[in-house]
Each structure stands twice: as structure tokens, then as C-alpha cells.
């Protein structure tokens, strides 16, 4: 993922913490789009999907996604949240760590 050709998504992950976010969480299978960033995690509280979305008045969308073979169900989903929640919404969603 270049920062170059997907910003939003590049922005995203250092909001969230970037390479030690990445350490504490075991987030891997990153896909960057053009308004957000979405991403794997350990399964923790039946979420084993992250999709974060960039919305019109700078806020995200956070999405915790359960995956059971084809079929994807949405455990949760915050609105209007802002840069310095993201890492709040992850822990209280996932109940993962997202620093030390």
C-alpha cells in the first residue's frame, strides 16, 4: 500500500498506530481504498473484520465484521467517529489492545 496512491488508507493505519497497532493486534490482509482501509483480525468477540470508512464531514465509519465461510454479518458499527476515537472503538469492540 503506497501512501502515494491511497492516502486515506495510509492515514488511517497511522491513526490507528501504525506498525505497533499491526504488533499488538495481529491486523494483517490490509486493503486500502480510496475513502478508507479495511482489514483482518484475530477473531476476538465473533469480529474477525475491520472496514473503515472516510465520511463527508471528516469523521470515519467503523465497521466490525463477523465471517462465517461466504456469509458476513456486522457485529457493530460506529458513526461519526473521530481520528483520536479510533483506537477507543477498536479496544471496546474487540476488546484487542491497540498500544501499550
Known sequence: MSAA??????????QLGGSRFVAMTGAKHFVGRVDGLAFRIPR?????????????DDTYT????????AQLRVVA????????QLQGVMTDATVLRTQL
Open 62 to 69: 467503523v465497521e466490525f465484521i463477523a465471517m462465517r465461510g
Open 44 to 56: 476476538t468477540n465473533g469480529v474477525s473484520q475491520v472496514s473503515i470508512t472516510l465520511a463527508g
Open 77 to 84: 458499527k460506529y458513526e461519526g467517529v473521530y481520528c483520536d
Open 5 to 14: 496512491t491511497l492516502p486515506v488508507a495510509h492515514t488511517i493505519l497511522d
